[in-house]
Every structure is written in C-alpha cells, then in structure tokens.
C-alpha cells in the first residue's frame, strides 16, 4: 500500500503550528493533496488580487466592470464550468467513497452531484440563450423572462433561499476545514471521515469570499445599478473555485490504493507523486471546450439576457 506524507507531521500542534509557521504550514497542509506550491499561493491569494482588479477597474472604466460581470460574459461562464466541473467531480467520487464504507459521505456527494448539476443549468437559464429559446409560457411569473427557476417572484422568493444556502455552503465548508485541518479530528488520521471533506487550508480565502460579501451587503443600497450587487457574480466565483478545489481533494482520498482478496479495495490519502490527474483531467479539459462553445454560441443565438430578442 502506498503510504501518503504523514498526517500527524502537517497537523500535529494545529493553531500553534500554523500561528508559528502559517506559511510552512499552509504548503505542507496542502502538499497532502498534490497541490504544488505555486498552486497553492495562487488558490490563497486569488480573492484578493481578483477583487483589486475588479475594484480598479470600475475606478478607471466603470462599462468595463459592469460587462465583465454580467451575464454571458466571462465571470459568469467561469460560475457554469466551476459548476457543472463540481457535479461531475462529486458523482465520480460516490463510487469509491461507497466501497470504502464511507455512506454518509456518498450520499452527500450524491447530492452535491445533482445539486450543482442544477445550479449550472441556472446559471445559464438552462442553456436558453445559447440554443436561442424563447421563453415558455410556464415561466411567465421569472422576474427576468427568462427559463430559470431563481428569478421567480411570484409569492415565494427562491433568490433569498438561494442565497442562504450559498451562504451555509461557504460558512459550512470552511468550518470543516478548520475542525478537519486544525482541529481535535486531526488525530484521528488521514481516512477519517472529517479530514477526508476537509478542503485544503489554502482555499479558506476562497470560502470566505462569499461570507465577506454578506456581510459587506448589510451596509450598502440595494439598488440594482449600484456596482456592489454586480460584486455577487466576484463571490460566486471565488466560491466555486473553492469547492471545486474541495471536491478534488475529496475525490483522491477515496481512491483505492491497493486490491486485496476478495475484490475489496483498501483507501487512503495517495502521496502527491500517485495522484492520477488524468482522470480528472479529461472532463475538465471537455467542460471548458463545452464553455467556450457555449459562450460562442450565445453570441449568435439572438436571445440575450433577459430574453430581449
């Protein structure tokens, strides 16, 4: 069996390593995912750099900022791969975690699975403007005329429940991280099931994003025009590319490292020299073909956002 870098090295003395250490310690906290150095940095300080550029650019060409964040344009379209790349992470990964007697955690990824699946077909109004599809009659209670079901305004408001599960979800996961990374459950090894859902040290920033908008949210207007609403697609995205990190690191934990009598598989955290990127490499590279051709197709299908024809 192979054996991954020890547990206990990375997590042994948890907040007082990381307050006398925070740099060592955020790359060999990661390193028992495979994560390279470079890699780690730029997942740390992503939210930070994106948010000055996005805040610089509405500062010196406010148009700029504003198509950058709309729909059908790239911020958006990252949200849809970040999406639809998470869902397929998350199915893949059932199998592995059901023989490796984790069911709690199958089934959670089960529904993670058919929930980001749902959340990507919102994302773009389910594929509306890229085939160019008129809006149904069913939907003619959406806000914005368009075939997505978070636009609703017809007594329920689904966009206030959305946004309270985004914000369980970023809250959630990087309270997991925490208790899985830095906590008490460290001790307990590398297959328990905390530290196995416990997303990398280094994507904390990314979660936070999300939390950080909220909050920011309660003290400004929430008029439409005004450029903080637009700032929700920036938390988005930080989001995403956050649980997808959490979601590959997830996957390769369950992975089985050896086969033993019987046809039952032994699992482990695999050393980063074993990890098979391949597998995960292929749907990647055809969910962002499938974006691009997507967003192509948009600019073409005479349907833009908000159903104009």
Do not use: K
């Not at 990661?30 to 930070?48: E, H, K, M």
């Amino acid at each position: 069996m192979v054996q991954a870098p020890s547990t206990s090295e990375v997590t042994n003395g948890g907040l007082s390593a990381l307050r006398s250490a925070p740099t060592t310690y955020l790359e060999r906290d990661a390193a028992q995912d495979g994560l390279s150095r470079p890699l780690v940095w730029t997942l740390f300080w992503l939210p930070l750099v994106t948010l000055t550029g996005l805040l610089a650019l509405a500062a010196v060409y406010r148009p700029a900022y504003d198509r950058l964040l709309q729909e059908d344009y790239p911020v958006e379209w990252a949200q849809f791969a970040f999406c639809l790349f998470i869902s397929v992470v998350c199915l893949m990964t059932v199998r592995p975690a059901l023989r490796d007697g984790h069911r709690l955690l199958a089934v959670l990824l089960l529904l993670a699975g058919v929930g980001f699946f749902f959340l990507a077909g919102e994302e773009i109004s389910w594929a509306q403007r890229v085939f160019g599809i008129a809006t149904p009659a069913d939907f003619a209670g959406n806000d914005q005329d368009e075939m997505n079901l978070h636009n609703f305004t017809t007594g329920f408001d689904p966009e206030a429940l959305f946004r309270a599960v985004q914000l369980l979800i970023s809250l959630a996961m990087a309270g997991v991280a925490v208790y899985g990374r830095l906590g008490p459950v460290r001790t307990l090894g590398a297959e328990s099931f905390w530290r196995i859902v416990a997303p990398p040290l280094c994507t904390l920033p990314l979660l936070a994003s999300q939390p950080g908008y909220r909050i920011y949210r309660l003290f400004t207007p929430g008029d439409s025009s005004n450029f903080a609403v637009r700032m929700q697609e920036w938390a988005e995205f930080c989001q995403y590319a956050g649980l997808s990190v959490a979601a590959v690191c997830i996957y390769f934990a369950v992975q089985p490292v050896t086969e033993v009598a019987g046809g039952q598989a032994r699992h482990a955290v695999r050393a980063p020299e074993d990890r098979e990127w391949r597998r995960l490499r292929l749907p990647a590279v055809l969910i962002v073909l499938l974006t691009v051709v997507f967003a192509v197709m948009t600019e073409f299908s005479g349907v833009t956002a908000g159903n104009a024809l």
